[in-house]
């Protein structure tokens, strides 16, 4: 039974494979899309394997889980050849209360979805010194209670432009730096992609330097490397489907 670092260097070598397939097809080079491993509910010990085989950014959806894994990680690089430092993404639903926390550890907030929630961050970024790049999350189907801001949506506080202006206009603690959107549960990837990727050129329309775009996952990463993606997060094509015991 092969070991767990054998294990992971197979899914980080079949899922490099499958970007770099995926931009050959849509005539992108490989080079610009940056691969979030997504290690919720894996141990910090995966994530220091990840270091060692090259990962350079991990994303988690949990505070506690994420906060203590940080402290256990080593983010200055000490893998043979070296490279860029360790990079995390907070890329779950965020609580107010839990933005002094996050700003803590987080290089990059993945999912600010009401301006409320981007006022306590920039509040809590300012107060640790810290500015982290964010990324609004967008609702393709409007359905807000799964996570994300409304294009247009009637809710000043859900509105994807008016969440966006306030993470902007907080320029000591915040970094605009893009958008992050999930496919919506049924739809087909290549649509919820391409909603995504049109509502991304009218983004950067008004805001030049948001050129992130966080979209796809284990399962339909091809599609969002199709319509644009920059990131893409990958979980269980790596870290495979076995459920380990939570971090305490």
């Keep these: 039974m092969p070991d767990r670092r054998t294990e992971l260097a197979t899914g980080l070598a079949t899922t490099r494979e499958r970007i770099a397939t995926a931009c050959h ?78 700003v803590q550890y987080a290089h990059t907030v993945q999912s600010v979805d009401s301006v409320r929630l981007a006022q306590a961050l920039a509040r809590a970024a300012a107060s640790a010194g810290r500015t982290p790049d964010v990324l609004v999350q967008v609702s393709l189907d409007g359905d807000t209670a799964r996570g994300g801001a409304v294009d247009g949506g009637a809710d000043r506080d ?63 990463l091809e599609a969002a490397v199709a319509a644009g993606a920059t990131h893409v997060r990958v979980g269980s094509a790596i870290l495979g489907n076995r459920t380990p015991p939570a971090v305490t």
């Excluded at 691969?35 to 509910?41: H, S």
């Excluded at 306030?166 to 603690?173: F, H, P, S």
């Excluded at 009218?202 to 339909?220: C, H, K, N, V, Y």
């Design 158 to 220: 859900r509105d994807l432009w008016a969440v966006a202006r306030e993470v902007a206009a907080a320029e000591d603690g915040l970094r605009l730096g893009g958008l992050m959107a999930v496919a919506p549960l049924g739809w087909e990837p290549a649509r919820a992609f391409d909603l995504l990727a049109a509502v991304a050129a009218r983004f950067r329309a008004e805001f030049p330097q948001a050129t992130t775009l966080s979209a796809g996952m284990s399962g339909d």
């Design 25 to 102: 097809d849509a005539g992108r080079d490989p080079a610009g899309v940056t691969l979030v491993v997504v290690t919720k509910t894996y141990p910090a010990s995966d994530v220091s394997l990840l270091v060692d085989l090259g990962v350079t950014d991990v994303g988690e959806n949990r505070d506690q889980e994420a906060a203590a894994k940080a402290a256990q990680v080593h983010p200055a690089p000490h893998r043979p050849g070296g490279g860029a430092a360790l990079r995390w993404h907070f890329i779950g639903r965020l609580q107010r209360n839990k933005c002094r926390s996050v």
